[in-house]
């Protein structure tokens, strides 16, 4: 797999914690109890204690991570460290209590408000860009097989070089972005083009601790989605495809086999079909 270098390989992790800061009354951050700030962090902080009994932590060790974690910060790079290593055990936790289209980690790179499109749609992209054509087609029905007109499936990919447009200053605004709208059965019909895989910058704090520890950058190629549909709960997702690099040992740990696409090619491409069930809210 390659990718071409990007100037800011760093960047996207700055650019991660603006669009977090944006973001975070979208995501529901709000402050707990005192009495479960009380209760996580000391658990938090006994686990933390536990590692450094057992390990024998030395004061190198601490002093190197204080320093680790102060770059994290100043590079700006907690959503996308915290989204790689924490979010998937979240994400599992929160759907205990879901039904429908399983779910997955939401990343640092979604952006709102990007174009609004009708259902049978064409992401938006450059007009020479790289990666064999993708259609993925499918419905958004609720519980009862009921179909959702008017749902939107909100939709980001990375190009074929693995950069996401918002994160990456050589690519236009709204790149491989879109909102599209289902039609009265509840379908849509999106052309795009086949993701691959998708390295974590190496070039920042969050690389320098993955190569220090031996461990690899790489997610396997996958698009993201949150389907919504009005009185359900929305869906946060991505897909991924069969045979892909990194399905057994995404950095990120965020694949699901239901979520495992198998497309089927065409003459010019690959055609795909996937279904979206969304539950009452
Ligand atoms: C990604 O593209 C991504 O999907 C996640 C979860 C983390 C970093 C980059
Ligand atoms: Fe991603």
């Known amino acids: 797999t390659t990718t071409t270098p990007s100037p800011t390989a760093a960047g996207s992790g700055a650019n991660a914690s603006e669009a977090f800061r944006a973001s975070s009354e979208r995501r529901g951050a709000a402050a707990a109890s005192q009495e479960r700030t009380d209760r996580v962090v000391r658990r938090v902080?006994?686990?933390?204690?536990?590692?450094?009994?057992?390990?024998?932590?030395?004061?190198?060790?601490?002093?190197?991570?204080?320093?680790?974690?102060?770059?994290?910060?100043?590079?700006?790079?907690?959503?996308?460290?915290?989204?790689?290593?924490?979010?998937?055990?979240?994400?599992k936790v929160a759907a205990r209590t879901q039904e429908g289209t399983a779910g997955t980690i939401e990343g640092p790179y979604y952006l709102p408000a990007q174009t609004r499109l009708p259902a049978a749609a064409t992401l938006p992209m450059r007009e020479d860009e790289k990666g064999e054509k993708l259609l993925f087609t499918g419905q958004v029905r609720d519980l009862d097989g009921t179909p959702l007109a008017g749902a939107e499936v909100d939709f980001w990919q990375a190009d074929a070089d693995?950069?996401?447009?918002?994160?990456?200053?050589?690519?236009?605004?709204?790149?491989?972005?879109?909102?599209?709208?289902?039609?009265?059965?509840?379908?849509?019909?999106?052309?795009?083009?086949?993701?691959?895989?998708?390295?974590?910058?190496?070039?920042?704090?969050?690389?320098?601790?993955?190569?220090?520890?031996?461990?690899?950058?790489?997610?396997?190629?996958?698009?993201h989605l949150m389907v919504r549909a009005d009185g359900h709960r929305q869906v946060t997702t991505q897909l991924y495809f069969t045979g892909g690099e990194w399905l057994d040992n995404d950095v990120a740990t965020a694949t699901k086999d239901e979520l495992i696409l198998d497309p089927a090619p065409t003459a010019d491409g690959w055609a795909v079909e996937y279904d979206f069930v969304l539950e009452r809210a």
């Open 162 to 223: 693995g950069y996401y447009s918002g994160f990456a200053p050589h690519l236009p605004d709204g790149n491989l972005r879109a909102v599209v709208v289902t039609d009265d059965q509840g379908r849509f019909e999106i052309t795009s083009i086949k993701p691959a895989p998708y390295q974590i910058p190496t070039d920042g704090p969050t690389g320098a601790l993955i190569a220090a520890a031996g461990w690899h950058p790489w997610r396997p190629a996958h698009l």
């Open 45 to 91: 902080l006994e686990a933390i204690y536990q590692v450094v009994r057992e390990e024998e932590v030395t004061y190198p060790e601490f002093q190197a991570a204080k320093r680790w974690l102060m770059d994290v910060g100043e590079g700006g790079e907690w959503p996308l460290f915290l989204d790689v290593f924490v979010e998937h055990e979240i994400e």
